[in-house]
DNA sequence: AGTTTTTTACTTGTCAGACTACCGGACAAG
DNA sequence: CTTGTCCGGTAGTCTGACAAGTAAAAAACT
């Protein structure tokens, strides 16, 4: 005896919009459709499609806003939102900010290797060589930009939205002193190597591979901090 | 100057109806008013009134059958119906968050376990003792505050402070269907023994002992809610 | 030209009515 | 007793319209 299961249109439509935006590359922020155009596009009346937005809404993950739209909604940068605060107001030992980023970011590495797609793998490459021109310059600032682009990538095409959202708050909150890595002598030669490393590792869908580079980065780049900072 | 407060209507018809429910004495499983009936009572479209019976509904207030009626939730039903429906919606959402607590809090637990003073190892015990108390009053709101409780301690017995301002954004803000899994039958008392050997192992200054025990505390907790889901 | 006001287009919010799908009881036929 | 049909009541969906909020373009006024 097989369970029936009755769908109500509304609760399809869900599935159907959630899956819009995730296919479609809508962002969290993002304007999304406008009732009209969905209830055209979906083949459905707009009454429905309300029922169906109200779900959305109610649980998180649209937000309306009479007038202006339906927009994509981030609940993420919310439950964030205090960790960036602290970050930002607090120069938190290096040494506790290196040490969550050598549990994290290793996998996060590990996780791009595996559900990284073209578009990420072609940004990352981007960052790589954008980051070994401003190299050539000299350019400092415009190189602690694309550290932090490639580290966010990577978080990005690891797929997981709240990792990602944890390692922009932990990129744009840097404490200076881990910031000021890339001032030491040598460090931006190592980068490059190493940042190479990681990307050949997630192209070729090298979990593993990619862990232990991110791993061997980090490590290396708190090494030549600490001597730095301590001699 | 005062905040200026806007209201949809949908959103003041489920506070009124909220309230005939209790005024009125309905208890749970009792048939409500139909939509017909409701709307002319309170002398709102039908189009209004059904969005204010979805957000109701998904926040399992009440059960809607067709061609039956609007019925007030028993309460035992409507904790798994809101769960599963909030589940439902933020599948991906809650294995994102799950996918990051699995990375970072073994982890943490391992530092606990290396760094924790005797303060820190008496908080914890107080607080198994009241998730304990709490679990045999079959109190769940502060069951649910316990179990943050606990973890929040052990990140901040790890004496990371980075570590522990993150785990407390992560529980505090924690999406609510995750919070639910403490709903699932069985998983509160499975929570106490783990918890437990968590305990016993930071206790013991067992890093490896403690990052294996936190790892099955939340994997044992994802597979619960994953029977919910699909089970 | 620069600024303010008005208009305009587009968006969501609400309403009304009609039709469909579904449920359960009543009742008659077998 | 079982089965089939009908019927009243219910939620589900559709359509079209208008109200209300927003933002930007257009117009009017310095």
């Given at each position: 005896m097989t369970e029936i299961k009755k769908i109500r249109l509304s609760e399809s439509i869900t599935d159907v919009i959630k899956e819009m935006i995730a296919r479609e590359g809508f962002k969290p922020g993002d304007k999304f459709y406008s009732e009209l155009v969905l209830a055209k596009k979906l083949g459905v009346s707009r009454s429905s499609l309300r029922e169906a937005l109200k779900i959305l809404e109610v649980t998180g993950q649209v937000t309306i806003r009479q007038g202006k739209g339906i927009f994509v909604a981030d609940l993420n940068d919310q439950r964030f939102k205090s960790f960036a605060a602290w970050l930002k107001n607090n120069e938190q030992s290096i040494k506790d900010n290196f040490e969550v980023r050598l549990i994290i970011e290793p996998k996060i590495a590990a996780l791009a290797a595996r559900h990284a797609g073209t578009d990420d793998v072609q940004k990352m490459r981007e960052c790589s060589r954008s980051f070994a021109k401003y190299a050539a310059q000299q350019e400092i600032d415009s190189l602690i930009r694309c550290d932090r682009e490639f580290h966010r990538l990577l978080a990005f095409a690891s797929h997981n939205k709240t990792l990602y959202v944890l390692m922009k708050s932990m990129t744009t909150n840097l404490p200076y002193g881990w910031i000021s890595s890339?001032?030491?002598?040598g460090r931006i030669s190592k980068t490059i190597t190493e940042h190479e490393q990681i990307y050949c590792a997630v192209t070729a869908g090298d979990g593993p591979g990619a862990e232990q580079a991110m791993n061997n980065h980090l490590t290396k780049a708190w090494e030549d901090v600490q001597i730095h900072l301590y001699g």
């Amino acid at each position: 005896m097989t369970e029936i299961k009755k769908i109500r249109l509304s609760e399809s439509i869900t599935d159907v919009i959630k899956e819009m935006i995730a296919r479609e590359g809508f962002k969290p922020g993002d304007k999304f459709y406008s009732e009209l155009v969905l209830a055209k596009k979906l083949g459905v009346s707009r009454s429905s499609l309300r029922e169906a937005l109200k779900i959305l809404e109610v649980t998180g993950q649209v937000t309306i806003r009479q007038g202006k739209g339906i927009f994509v909604a981030d609940l993420n940068d919310q439950r964030f939102k205090s960790f960036a605060a602290w970050l930002k107001n607090n120069e938190q030992s290096i040494k506790d900010n290196f040490e969550v980023r050598l549990i994290i970011e290793p996998k996060i590495a590990a996780l791009a290797a595996r559900h990284a797609g073209t578009d990420d793998v072609q940004k990352m490459r981007e960052c790589s060589r954008s980051f070994a021109k401003y190299a050539a310059q000299q350019e400092i600032d415009s190189l602690i930009r694309c550290d932090r682009e490639f580290h966010r990538l990577l978080a990005f095409a690891s797929h997981n939205k709240t990792l990602y959202v944890l390692m922009k708050s932990m990129t744009t909150n840097l404490p200076y002193g881990w910031i000021s890595s890339l001032h030491i002598a040598g460090r931006i030669s190592k980068t490059i190597t190493e940042h190479e490393q990681i990307y050949c590792a997630v192209t070729a869908g090298d979990g593993p591979g990619a862990e232990q580079a991110m791993n061997n980065h980090l490590t290396k780049a708190w090494e030549d901090v600490q001597i730095h900072l301590y001699g």
